[in-house]
Nanobody
Framework: QVQLVESGGGLVQAGGSLRLSCAAS?????????MGWFRQAPGKEREFVAA????????YYTESVKGRFTISRDNAKNTVYLQMNSLKPEDTAVYYC????????????????WGQGTQVTVSS
């Protein structure tokens, strides 16, 4: 089994920054897992934000966060990060970390494990 625990969410003013962390653990977790971040705003469906493969050679971003968010990972610590800069009120959502055993991707349905989420609120 795999456990994912997010942290780093909070309340920030528009234009500010936050760094989310996701710590992975569990007997079956390996560094080969691709990792992703998704978010869900009130009344909306969960949407893809960013993803990174195990070797950090490939990363994907949704168009609305390109140039503002950066996904990274520290395989020695089994931790993935999401650095969020120039935050906007429309970034307000619960952010979820996810892990995929096989491949990097943008579809939530492909991910095998999920964290509980961390709230990010951006005030205008």
């Amino acid at each position: 089994q795999v456990q994912l625990v997010e942290s780093g969410g909070g309340l920030v003013q528009a234009g500010g920054s936050l760094r989310l962390s996701c710590a992975a653990s569990g007997r079956t977790f390996t560094r080969d897992f691709a990792m992703g971040w998704f978010r869900q705003a009130p009344g909306k469906e969960r949407e893809f934000v960013a993803a990174i493969n195990w070797s950090r050679s490939i990363s994907y971003y949704t168009e609305s966060v390109k140039g503002r968010f950066t996904i990274s990972r520290d395989n020695a610590k089994n931790t993935v990060y999401l650095q969020m800069n120039s935050l906007k009120p429309e970034d307000t959502a619960v952010y979820y970390c996810a892990a995929d055993r096989v491949r990097i991707g943008k579809l939530s349905s492909q991910y095998d494990y999920w964290g509980q989420g961390t709230q990010v609120t951006v005030s205008s």
